[in-house]
């Protein structure tokens, strides 16, 4: 039996729900069964409903060129008792109390397994290449709004009974400090930024401050969950690291050595792929028995994976399941416990739009300020603020484990959820408005044939897609007659999709090798053509050849960075697809 007072989305303090074990599956509506007073045809339902309503926004939030993750957002706060669960037949029928166990796991295993994909496809050696500048661009951003997050706390702590305030501030600070590193990397890949100067930063401070907001969270869920002793606090810091310590020093290692065991070209066996995955949920038990929540052991675990084809055939294996149907049910939840009637007062409206204000206005002043010290012009360091401000899982981990712990009430969880989804909501459209790259490549457009010297170097760049386009740009150059004294200068840019890293950038080819071996399936194909043109360049003796990678999407922008960057004259530039009018 039911209370008929709660769904789903309701607190479920207090409440008892009584149902039969058994009833798992239908005997079909001949037999007079309901399909949804059992376990598995409702959970379809729920699934079914949460995909397609966010699949619908997503389509309908695409020409305001919004990421994913607030359509999914969106969609669970559409289905939750703001909008359709105020009405109680919808709610007890399609999302009753007695889901909320099916739905909070399969939510949890969903976001488990793309944590794990976000820590592969993190490369934390950047961390150790990256300049004095991202790293400060990274502490100067979360200072600020950290700062702003523990003034707030004081006006929305007295209107929360029973809940320590100390752990308040630190969650609070916490979800409004962080930048969502992977939510950013599609951001900039929409935005086509990610080979710009602008973009690289991001992606660095971006990737610091998403390994500080991990420690951060670490301490936070330690403090929340043992408020009563210090000392079992200290012990669960204590055990998180050493549980890091043996997934770097141990796991990783026996990781690189199952690697180096499978021929170079052959694809990972069936029992290799089943073992890191069995990891994952190995990793995610023992975080979760510290004391620690689960995805925290799933997020290192794949920190550990080395770089390379084993990254890429997880992610390949992995994501389009995950990320498409899985993850979409913890946004789900997250929107199914937002209640926006429970923000009620012109107060407490204004507090939110204050928030909102001054925890954006934090970030960007906070990287501004930076920016400006290492001469970075006023714009790009205003732009890098707000790109700084993207929002996404870790706020909403952060907060969905404050609610559970008692730590944020109804109310100040509805109030941040919406600040998350408007921060993350207000970048695309002012990045658009207030960035405008294509000034830098004005000086471009005046690189010609007719303006280059009679006997200069001819620069020429190619874009190449797949072998076959090799033939062609080759009897073109030959075509050209370069001379000694009049030689040409070959950029090949080969077009790849570099699916091992979310933050895979334009790179020289034989520069860094551990990109190598991340292209897994591309690696034949792009090995043919740098050795066909290099065959070429020994044999003409007049043309010299530089290879270089580019991701597909970007490879207009990628060209005039090339040219620019490296101070390159190309007076001629063919690629084997149209231009299209929003390139």
């Known amino acids: ?127 150790r290449r990256t300049g004095k500048k991202a790293m400060a661009i990274a502490f100067s951003g979360m ?155 799933a997020f290192v675990f794949g920190l550990v994976i080395p770089n390379g084809p084993l990254g890429v055939t997880l992610i390949e294996k992995l994501e389009d399941f995950v990320s498409g149907l899985l993850l979409p049910l913890f946004f789900a939840m997250s929107g199914l416990k937002t209640d926006v009637a429970t923000i009620k007062g012109t107060s407490t409206w204004g507090t939110l739009f204050l928030v909102i204000s001054l925890a954006c206005a934090g970030k960007v002043i906070g990287t501004l300020i930076v920016a400006v010290l290492y001469q970075m012009p006023v714009r790009e360091g205003v732009t890098l603020g707000l790109l700084m401000n993207t929002k996404g899982l870790v706020e909403l981990i952060v907060l969905n484990v404050g609610k559970d712990q008692k730590v944020l009430d109804d109310e100040s969880f509805a109030i941040m959820v919406i600040v998350a989804v408007t921060m993350t909501g207000i970048i695309m459209p002012s990045v658009t408005a207030i960035y405008r790259p294509a000034r830098r490549f004005i000086p471009y457009k005046r690189r010609t044939i007719q303006r280059s010297k ?38 090949i840019l080969h077009l790849v999709e570099l699916t091992g890293r979310a933050s895979a950038m334009l790179i020289v080819h034989n520069t860094p090798k551990i990109w190598t071996s991340a292209l897994n399936r591309t690696q034949a194909q792009s090995d043919h053509i740098i050795n066909a043109f290099e065959n070429y360049e020994q044999h003409s003796g007049c043309v010299s050849v530089q290879p270089t990678h580019s991701d597909f999407s970007i490879l207009h922008h990628a060209r005039r960075h090339l040219q620019l960057s490296r101070g390159q004259k190309s007076c001629l530039y063919h690629h084997p697809f149209p231009q299209t009018t929003n390139s």
């Open 1 to 127: 039996m039911e209370n008929e007072s709660y769904s789903a989305a309701n607190d479920t303090e207090n409440t008892i729900v009584c149902y039969a074990p058994t009833m798992i599956t239908t005997n079909g509506v001949w037999q007079g069964d309901n399909p949804l007073d059992y376990s598995l045809p409702l959970f379809i339902l729920q699934l079914t409903l949460v995909v397609v309503t966010t699949r619908i926004l997503v389509f309908v939030l695409k020409p305001l060129r919004q990421p994913r993750v607030i359509s999914e957002i969106l969609g669970g706060v559409l289905l939750g008792p703001s909008v359709l669960g105020r009405s109680t037949t919808f709610a007890h029928t399609v999302f009753p109390l007695r889901s909320v166990m099916v739905l909070e796991t399969m939510a949890n295993v969903g976001l488990l397994y793309f944590l794990f994909l976000v820590g592969v496809e993190m490369d934390i050696s950047v961390i």
């Open 454 to 491: 009679p006997d200069a170097e001819l620069t020429v760049l190619v874009c190449i897609h797949t072998p076959r386009n090799v033939p062609t740009i080759i009897n073109l150059l030959e075509a050209s007659h370069a001379t000694r004294k009049s030689p040409i200068c070959v950029y």
């Open 143 to 297: 200072i600020l709004p950290f700062i702003i997050g523990a003034v707030f706390s004081f006006l929305m702590h007295k209107k929360s009974q029973g809940m320590n305030h100390g752990t308040f501030i630190l969650f609070l600070g916490v979800a409004l400090s962080v930048t969502a590193f992977p939510v950013l990397a599609r951001i900039l890949a929409e935005l086509k930024l990610v080979n710009t100067e602008l973009g690289k930063i991001a992606l660095s401070s971006a990737l610091v401050n998403d390994i500080c907001a991990w420690i951060l969270l670490a301490i936070a869920i330690a403090l929340a969950e043992n408020e009563t002793t210090t000392l079992a606090s200290l012990w669960v810091v204590l055990s998180s690291a050493g549980f890091v310590a043996v997934c770097f020093f141990v796991v990783r290692p026996a990781v690189s050595w199952m690697i180096r065991r499978t021929p170079e070209g052959e694809t990972f066996s069936d029992f290799h792929i089943c073992l890191i995955l069995t990891g994952v949920l190995i990793s995610g038990f023992v975080t979760d028995a510290i004391g620690t929540h689960s995805v925290f052991g």
